[in-house]
């Protein structure tokens, strides 16, 4: 028995630890910020790191009646994530505020942000002929069935005072208001700008009871893209005729300026013949349990493009509002020569995954790679949220302190019609000399010889000794033996004619053959590049290890090699730097089909390919 509680107060340690360990989050969303007086509203709590029984603290909720809760727990490998969902409903019209919400977990109290919902009247629920009557579409004089004919053609509008959306949506379908079952979609705004997000709502409406498996067949969509925002279930009275229906929301936004439209969306359903029906229905019982369709009608929209006037160079598509914007290196202090990830992060509200890429500006003193983008999307409190990382190596070229200036990045704000540029932090950047062992040499005491060289080391050193005694040379010795001549000078002629004959040196041989065996055995890019950097010092005199690309090819030039010879060259050692320094997403070749490319150009080199 001991031994089972202390198991149970080992785990329950356990769990706490990791929860100290990764940390605890708390936040609260709804699945929709606009509801009716009719609507039902959802409200989700999520618990990300905290396990075991856990009581949430709702605040005081006067606007809202709480009238059932859910939750689900779930934990792998000691990460707890939980979940509460609360139904409300709403009891006064107006503005209203979820405050925090509080959880206690360990010696922490955790609180989420406050969410603002406004809430609306229902439409007048009078009888169709008051309300036609007070708002003056018929005569009061009229009687019977000529005033009940007037009253089905004019069908009760939202008031103006309603959201955009909820307006549409209540307008549409109470052109369907005799109808059992039927669906509809609208759109908040039918003329957007290019990227500008737009809310599409398809609603079906029901007034019968349904069989559950009704399957739902999402709209195509021409010159829009689309992301899903949830699922909500709701309920409307229209023209005094009580609905409930089920709604699917999506954020949609232009891809190109011209024409744009949704198609029809669809659902299957069976109506449950089980519902009090008239005798007649009775008769023809049978055809209800037939599946029946309903459609959503088309929607049309324009896509506008974005002003081109005063557009800032820093502008990559995005449209919207709220957004920020924050660059970080994964470390401010390294060697020269040494990689640094640069990281760029975008938040906002909107859809940024079809703006473009940013492009980084001239940064002194670095070498900068391409920039890789990834962007992901979400939905909070009924709106889209998304994010673009752009991630860059650079590396920078000598000690030194330098600073990553700030970044622009500029969106248009189509409410106030208007471009906003926001910045990054400038992030100050220590280089210190580098400390790793190189094949060249130490050029920070080399001579400058004035032709753009400079002379590192010398190839033959001279030994002189002055103790020793004054002997015979072997020369006078052997000259008493004239014979002893004729080889020697044979074998010097012989010597003579092979050098002049071939003109390379005995270091461009050298030379050749280690690059061979280096290039043959390398496996990666950085032994492709010392193989390559090794044979030009050999063979050109020329030592890559600070020597930007530049000036490595107009000393290639000097020697005599032929441009084309010298633009291979920049290809190969351009892509040694991509594999050695960019991201896994940049690299080209491997590093054995650049060693094989580098073994051409050498081979090219050496037949045709300039001297020292």
């Known amino acids: 028995?001991?031994?089972?509680?202390?198991?149970?107060?080992?785990?329950?340690?356990?769990?706490?630890?990791?929860?100290?360990?990764?940390?605890?989050?708390?936040?609260?969303?709804?699945?929709?910020?606009?509801?009716?007086?009719?609507?039902?509203?959802?409200?989700?709590?999520?618990?990300?790191?905290?396990?075991?029984?856990?009581?949430?603290?709702?605040?005081?909720?006067?606007?809202?009646?709480?009238?059932?809760?859910?939750?689900?727990?779930?934990?792998?490998?000691?990460?707890?994530?939980?979940?509460?969902?609360?139904?409300?409903?709403?009891?006064?019209?107006?503005?209203?505020?979820?405050?925090?919400?509080?959880?206690?977990?360990?010696?922490?109290?955790?609180?989420?942000?406050?969410?603002?919902?406004?809430?609306?009247?229902?439409?007048?629920?009078?009888?169709?002929?008051?309300?036609?009557?007070?708002?003056?579409?018929?005569?009061?004089?009229?009687?019977?069935?000529?005033?009940?004919?007037?009253?089905?053609?004019?069908?009760?509008?939202?008031?103006?005072?309603?959201?955009?959306?909820?307006?549409?949506?209540?307008?549409?379908?109470?052109?369907?208001?005799?109808?059992?079952?039927?669906?509809?979609?609208?759109?908040?705004?039918?003329?957007?700008?290019?990227?500008?997000?737009?809310?599409?709502?398809?609603?079906?409406?029901?007034?019968?009871?349904?069989?559950?498996?009704?399957?739902?067949?999402?709209?195509?969509?021409?010159?829009?893209?689309?992301?899903?925002?949830?699922?909500?279930?709701?309920?409307?009275?229209?023209?005094?005729?009580?609905?409930?229906?089920?709604?699917?929301?999506?954020?949609?936004?232009?891809?190109?300026?011209?024409?744009?439209?949704?198609?029809?969306?669809?659902?299957?359903?069976?109506?449950?013949?089980?519902?009090?029906?008239s005798m007649f229905d009775k008769m023809f019982a049978a055809l209800s349990k037939e599946p029946q369709t309903a459609k959503s009608n088309i929607v049309n929209l324009t896509i506008r493009p974005v002003p081109t006037q005063d557009q800032p160079k820093s502008f990559y598509g995005a449209v919207g509002t709220k957004y920020s914007i924050s660059a970080d290196v994964d470390r401010k202090s390294v060697e020269a020569g040494e990689a640094i990830n640069l990281t760029i992060t975008l938040n906002g509200t909107g859809n940024l995954k079809p703006t473009s890429d940013l492009k980084l500006p001239r940064l002194n003193g670095f070498k900068t790679y391409d920039v890789v983008s990834t962007s992901g999307v979400g939905q909070q409190n009924g709106s889209l949220k998304s994010y673009k990382i752009f991630k860059s190596v650079i590396v920078p070229s000598a000690s030194g302190s330098y600073i990553i200036p700030k970044i622009a990045w500029s969106y248009f704000d189509p409410v106030k019609k208007t471009y906003y540029t926001i910045y990054t932090t400038p992030i100050s950047v220590n280089v210190t000399p580098s400390t790793k062992a190189d094949s060249g040499f130490d050029f920070s005491t080399s001579a400058d010889l004035g032709n753009g060289f400079r002379q590192l080391t010398q190839d033959i050193r001279y030994l002189k000794s002055a103790l020793s005694e004054p002997t015979a040379s072997f020369i006078q010795k052997a000259a008493a033996h004239n014979w002893l001549f004729y080889p020697p000078l044979l074998l010097l002629g012989m010597g003579l004619i092979f050098a002049f004959s071939d003109k390379k040196t005995l270091a461009q041989k050298r030379a050749l053959s280690n690059a061979k065996t280096q290039l043959k055995k390398a496996l990666k890019a950085d032994e492709v590049a010392d193989a390559l950097s090794t044979y030009l010092q050999l063979r050109y005199r020329i030592h890559t290890a600070s020597l930007p690309l530049r000036e490595i090819s107009n000393a290639l030039k000097k020697c005599g090699c032929p441009p084309n010879l010298v633009e291979r060259f920049e290809t190969i050692w351009q892509k040694l730097d991509a594999v050695r320094f960019a991201p896994v997403a940049m690299q080209g070749e491997g590093a054995q089909e650049l060693a094989r490319q580098s073994l051409e150009l050498i081979k090219d080199m050496e037949s045709k390919g300039g001297h020292a």
């Not at 069908?155 to 959306?165: G, K």
């Not at 399957?215 to 309920?235: K, Q, T």
Request: net charge neutral; hydrophobic share 40%; no cysteine.
């Open 1 to 277: 028995m001991w031994k089972k509680i202390l198991l149970i107060l080992l785990l329950s340690f356990a769990t706490q630890a990791q929860a100290d360990l990764m940390g605890v989050s708390v936040s609260a969303s709804v699945n929709k910020t606009n509801i009716s007086m009719n609507d039902e509203l959802k409200l989700t709590l999520t618990i990300d790191g905290a396990a075991g029984n856990i009581t949430p603290q709702l605040p005081s909720t006067p606007s809202f009646n709480v009238y059932q809760v859910a939750s689900t727990q779930q934990i792998d490998n000691f990460h707890a994530i939980t979940r509460f969902e609360y139904i409300m409903m709403p009891r006064f019209p107006g503005k209203a505020t979820i405050g925090p919400i509080s959880v206690q977990y360990g010696n922490k109290t955790y609180q989420t942000d406050p969410i603002e919902i406004n809430v609306f009247r229902a439409p007048n629920t009078a009888t169709p002929q008051k309300a036609a009557a007070s708002q003056g579409m018929i005569d009061t004089s009229m009687q019977g069935a000529s005033a009940r004919k007037a009253v089905r053609k004019a069908p009760a509008q939202a008031p103006a005072e309603w959201p955009a959306l909820e307006r549409i949506l209540y307008n549409t379908a109470a052109k369907h208001g005799n109808e059992h079952f039927f669906m509809i979609a609208a759109v908040d705004n039918a003329s957007p700008y290019v990227n500008q997000l737009a809310t599409l709502a398809i609603r079906f409406y029901y007034d019968r009871p349904f069989l559950n498996n009704a399957p739902y067949i999402a709209p195509s969509l021409s010159n829009l893209v689309m992301e899903e925002l949830g699922v909500s279930d709701g309920n409307q009275s229209i023209d005094g005729r009580n609905y409930a229906y089920k709604e699917m929301r999506y954020a949609i936004s232009g891809v190109t300026p011209g024409k744009a439209s949704v198609s029809e969306a669809e659902i299957r359903y069976v109506p449950d013949s089980g519902f009090d029906i």
